[in-house]
Structures are given as structure tokens and as C-alpha cells.
């Protein structure tokens, strides 16, 4: 579904160039749960923000569903992301302001959708991460587990085909974040959903079907387990 082709990538700052990553190549495969680790600096981040469009490599290609995303406009990937793609974050990018509801629906407005469409799939994705009742209460109220269920509502909203977790439970107590890991593990289980973790948290990890470390920009090895355990 997911595939990086020799893949490299290099930042230039004050006129130095910093090699962030070194010709990877990975494939994610449809209902895949795979945990991307490594020490700061590893390059994992990076190679998650390629594989999800977020930002351009400076060679190599990045397959969606045998598409070169290279080759894609700016808008065309932008609808990629916002219609296959799912985030969750360390930071939870939440509105304070607004409601569970309305930053639950964003993805959807910049869709288009509105309407009884809106309202319907929104109502089903809070749902499944146990908030009905919070619907309508301003996110700058809500405890951080909470904040992070409302992102991974926010992720579900239109039913992606991947979702991708940038060290999700790294701001939450233990209990929370595993509360948190198993309502992501359980998506990929039960609802296919393909996800892609980055986690310094060798737990989380161990708890993925696939085990990606990366090393000053390379990946030095992947583990693979038959099923994931929850």
C-alpha cells in the first residue's frame, strides 16, 4: 500500500546540509501494525512524514497504491492525505476553543462534506473513542487522554486506510496511554486500518506485528511477529 524507494533526505540550514535520511527503502502493507523506533535523530519522524506526504524527499520515491507521489500537484496530495490518511500526535493540535465536535470535523469542512453527512460521521467517530457525552464541551477542558482521544476521532473521521502515530502516548500517564494503545490497536484489528507508529517506547513497539529501528538516518533492522499482541 506504502513504499519508500531509496529513499533520502537532506535539510539545509545557515549553509550546512544535515543528512536526515540515507536510502530507505520500506513497504507497508495493507493492515499492517508497524512501530518505526530509534534514538532521537535516527531519522524516524522523517521517514513517517515522507511516507504520509507531509513533506517532499530529496530523492527517491514514495509509492501510494502504486502512485509516485512525486508526481502529484500540491492540491492532488493534499487530497491524498486528507482522504487515506489519518494523524495522531505527541501534541494533540486540538483547538481549545472549540468543541469536541468541531475539532472532530475539521478534516471533513476542508472536504467539503456537510450537512446530516457531517454530522453522522462525526457522531460515529467520537463514539468509537467513548465521547458522545463530550461532544459538545470545549476541548481546553478536557484531561490530555482525553484530548488524545479526541485526535484519534479527529484521525477517523472518513474511515482512512492508515493512520499515522507520532509517539501518541508520549504526553499521558501510563494508564491513559495504554487506554490509548488499545483503542489504536483495536482500530487496525477489528477495522484494518493500517497504522504506522513512532515511538521511543519499547512497550508500544514490542506490541506491533513489525519493528522498523533506524540509525543515523538508515534502518538497521526490522523484526516481524505473526500478529500483534493487545
Known amino acids: 500500500m506504502l513504499e519508500a524507494k531509496n529513499l533520502s533526505k537532506t535539510y539545509s540550514s545557515d549553509g550546512l546540509d544535515y543528512v536526515a535520511l540515507k536510502q530507505v527503502d520500506l513497504m507497508v ?3 499492517d501494525c508497524i512501530a518505526i523506533v530509534g534514538k532521537s535523530g535516527s531519522g524516524k519522524s522523517t521517514l513517517m512524514h515522507l511516507l504520509a506526504c507531509l513533506d517532499t524527499p530529496s530523492s527517491g520515491e514514495v509509492i501510494v497504491e502504486g502512485s509516485d507521489t512525486s508526481k502529484l500537484s500540491e492540491r492532488s496530495k493534499n487530497g491524498l492525505r486528507n482522504e487515506k490518511f489519518g494523524f495522531v500526535f505527541q501534541q494533540f493540535f486540538l483547538n481549545g476553543r472549540d468543541t469536541v465536535f468541531e475539532n472532530v470535523v475539521l478534516p471533513m469542512r476542508i472536504r467539503g462534506v456537510s450537512g446530516p453527512q457531517l454530522a453522522a460521521e462525526a457522531g460515529e467517530a467520537i463514539a468509537a473513542v467513548g465521547l458522545t457525552d463530550k461532544a459538545m464541551k470545549k476541548a481546553k477542558d478536557l484531561s490530555g487522554g482525553e484530548k488524545q482521544r479526541v485526535c484519534i476521532a479527529r484521525a477517523l ?19 491513559t496511554g495504554a487506554s490509548v494503545e488499545d483503542m489504536l490497536f483495536k482500530l487496525n484489528r477489528e477495522n484494518g486500518i493500517t497504522l504506522v507508529i513512532v515511538t521511543h517506547d519499547e512497550d508500544l513497539a514490542g506490541k506491533c506485528g513489525r519493528v522498523v529501528e533506524m540509525k543515523d538516518g538508515y534502518i538497521v533492522s526490522e523484526k516481524v511477529k505473526e500478529a500483534a499482541a493487545v
Not at 157 to 175: C, H, M, R, W, Y
Open 29 to 31: 502493507n495493507r493492515g
Open 157 to 175: 473521521v472518513g474511515k482512512p486506510q492508515v493512520i499515522f502515530a507520532d509517539e501518541p502516548t508520549g504526553n499521558l500517564d501510563s494508564a
